[in-house]
């Protein structure tokens, strides 16, 4: 697995690569923008962008997709088969994403937006906005914030300890470090 990580103007945003050796068809979660740096990596290490996976579609991770799908021709994917003001590909909790040889399940993680989805690969999960280092990602009512937390425990707290979370800002954590530290879940 080839994997890069992107952390890009728009909110500083996090943008993340993870491609296949063996195939060179490579992933992209969010596309706050397309800046050069995105593009060059992946013909670095002779990726192709077949998929980008949107966790949510607010425009700081949307911003660049419009751009990205013009220069890549690569399926778009999110939990209300919309993004960026684009129609796209619907997936749902517990649906495999294929790209290559790698897959990752998608899990519903709603309460940021009640289209937030994240991706769960083996060691990783990238979860958008809903979970981040320390916080969760901000909510409208009190029902929405017990539904994501509801959620960050069913689909991401089960994952073993050592597993990575790659969220949509700011650092990376690990799961047994959120268990144990992330106030939101004390």
């Given at each position: 697995?080839?994997?890069?990580?992107f952390?890009?103007?728009?909110?500083?945003?996090?943008?993340?690569?993870?491609?296949c050796?063996?195939?060179?068809?490579a992933?992209?979660?969010?596309?706050?923008?397309?800046?050069?740096?995105?593009?060059?990596?992946?013909?670095?290490?002779?990726?192709?962008l077949?998929?980008?996976?949107?966790?949510h579609?607010?425009?700081?991770?949307?911003?660049?997709?419009?751009?990205?799908?013009?220069?890549?021709?690569?399926?778009?994917?999110?939990?209300?088969?919309?993004?960026?003001?684009?129609?796209?590909?619907?997936?749902?909790?517990?649906?495999?994403?294929?790209?290559?040889?790698?897959?990752?399940?998608?899990?519903?993680?709603?309460?940021?937006?009640?289209?937030?989805?994240?991706?769960?690969?083996?060691?990783?999960?990238?979860?958008g906005?809903?979970?981040f280092?320390?916080?969760?990602?901000?909510?409208?009512?009190?029902?929405?914030?017990?539904?994501?937390?509801?959620?960050?425990?069913?689909?991401i707290?089960?994952?073993?300890?050592?597993?990575?979370?790659?969220?949509?800002?700011?650092?990376?954590?690990?799961?047994?470090?959120?268990?144990?530290?992330?106030?939101?879940?004390?």
């Amino acid at each position: 697995m080839i994997f890069g990580h992107f952390l890009l103007d728009v909110n500083e945003s996090n943008a993340y690569v993870v491609g296949c050796e063996e195939t060179g068809a490579a992933l992209l979660v969010d596309v706050a923008d397309w800046p050069p740096e995105i593009p060059s990596f992946l013909q670095s290490h002779n990726l192709h962008l077949h998929t980008i996976f949107i966790t949510h579609d607010h425009y700081d991770h949307t911003g660049g997709l419009a751009r990205a799908v013009s220069a890549t021709h690569a399926r778009v994917v999110s939990g209300s088969g919309r993004a960026g003001g684009m129609h796209v590909t619907r997936v749902v909790s517990g649906e495999i994403v294929h790209w290559g040889n790698l897959q990752g399940r998608v899990a519903a993680t709603p309460g940021h937006t009640p289209e937030s989805i994240s991706l769960i690969l083996p060691g990783m999960v990238f979860s958008g906005d809903a979970l981040f280092a320390g916080s969760v990602g901000g909510v409208s009512s009190a029902a929405c914030a017990r539904e994501q937390c509801a959620h960050i425990t069913k689909h991401i707290f089960s994952l073993p300890p050592q597993c990575h979370i790659y969220p949509g800002h700011g650092p990376a954590s690990t799961v047994a470090v959120e268990k144990a530290y992330n106030p939101f879940f004390r």
